[in-house]
């Protein structure tokens, strides 16, 4: 059974890092690009991060560029998002999502599994 479970959330102020973590079990998603998203009330799940595998090549939300970095550790079937200089519109739940079965890499259709999520709030 495959499991992804996230941590790091929690609350914030603005300005400040938070660093979420996806450990992944049941299989290895070594060869497949992995991704972060995230759901604030009321709105669509979007697309925040995703690393490839291999290259390990990123893509990311032009809304968090420059702030957010994703990371990989496929030794430890983990994969990470660092979120710095946290806005309170960066505020929501946070979802992991491994093994992309197309090509649209920001769509959560694409995605097979995914984790539970973590809330985040940034407060101003």
């Known amino acids: 059974q495959v499991q992804l479970v996230e941590s790091g959330g929690g609350l914030v102020e603005a300005g400040g890092s938070l660093r979420l973590s996806c450990v992944a079990s049941?299989?290895?998603?070594?060869?497949?690009?992995l991704g972060w998203f995230r759901q604030a009330p009321g709105k669509e799940r979007e697309s925040v991060a995703v690393?490839?595998?291999?290259?390990?090549?990123?893509y990311y939300a032009d809304s968090v560029k420059g702030r957010f970095t994703i990371s990989r550790d496929n030794a430890k079937n983990t994969w990470y998002l660092q979120m710095n200089s946290l806005k309170p519109e960066d505020t929501g739940v946070y979802y992991c999502?491994?093994?992309?079965?197309?090509?649209?890499?920001?769509?959560?259709?694409?995605?097979?599994?995914w984790g539970q999520g973590t809330q985040v709030t940034v407060s101003s």
């Open positions: 049941g299989r290895t998603f070594s060869r497949n690009a």
């Open positions: 999502a491994a093994d992309l079965l197309g090509g649209t890499y920001y769509d959560p259709r694409e995605y097979a599994y």
């Open positions: 690393i490839s595998w291999g290259r390990g090549i990123t």
